[in-house]
T-cell receptor, first 113, second 118 residues
């Protein structure tokens, strides 16, 4: 019930391509869905987040698409760059748990030059 | 912007000794901080929630006597790994919510502490 399933585990994309990472959840109480980017040896950094009252949020090259009925959300990275190579985590939290996040398993993205 | 500082970034200790890791919120106050553990190429596992002025809340399976948490002020939480053993070697990361209320406040992470127990 508390899990967030993330796929794919790893992704290789050519420079300029679109990277797509998907997440699915079961807990209908989840109402906040952030994405984090983590470089090796560093802590995760908040990338973008969405709440279920909107179906899409865009910030620069990063877009979150949210499908409430399917309980799925995804991250799209447009015009992917080698500097985007990192591990990406989706997460979710519910009002009842404050800022306590449940993380997906992570996706290791490699963008080839 | 909100910054969470974690110290030390790396520590090597001998088996049986204790190690303290500090987590500070630099430009905001945090009544709650979270401590995570991350194994190589794995996701973040929540260990405990640190509450300023009260006892920490530990996740199931986390030994509270082994991982001592103290949240002495609104900007500082510490994690002490007591009687460390090689299996405690891991990447420990703290985080704090930045916002007026803890509900859905963006969670900002420190840069982690790589603990190696020899």
């Amino acid at each position: 019930q508390q899990q967030v399933k993330q796929s794919p585990q790893s992704l290789i994309v050519q420079k300029g391509g679109i990277s797509i990472i998907n997440c699915a959840y079961e807990n209908t109480a989840f109402d906040y869905f952030p994405w984090y980017q983590q470089f090796p040896g560093k802590g995760p950094a908040l990338l973008i987040a969405i709440r279920p009252d909107v179906s899409e949020k865009k910030e620069g090259r990063f877009t979150i698409s949210f499908n409430k009925s399917a309980k799925q959300f995804s991250l799209h990275i447009m015009d992917s760059q080698p500097g985007d190579s990192a591990t990406y985590f989706c997460a979710a939290s519910a009002r009842s748990s404050g800022s306590r996040l449940t993380f997906g398993e992570g996706t290791q993205l490699t963008v080839n030059p | 912007g909100a910054v969470v500082s974690q110290h030390p970034s790396r520590v090597i200790c001998k088996s049986g000794t204790s190690v303290k890791i500090e987590c500070r919120s630099l430009d905001f106050q945090a009544t709650t901080m979270f401590w995570y553990r991350q194994f190589p190429k794995k996701s973040l596992m929540l260990m405990a929630t640190s509450n300023e002025g009260s006892k920490a809340t530990y996740e199931q399976g986390v030994e509270k006597d082994k991982f001592l948490i103290n949240h002495a002020s609104l900007t500082l939480s510490t994690l002490t790994v007591t009687s460390a053993h090689p299996e405690d070697s891991s990447f420990y990361i703290c985080s704090a919510p930045w916002g007026i209320s803890s509900y859905n406040s963006p969670l900002h992470f420190g840069n982690g502490t790589r603990l190696t127990v020899t």
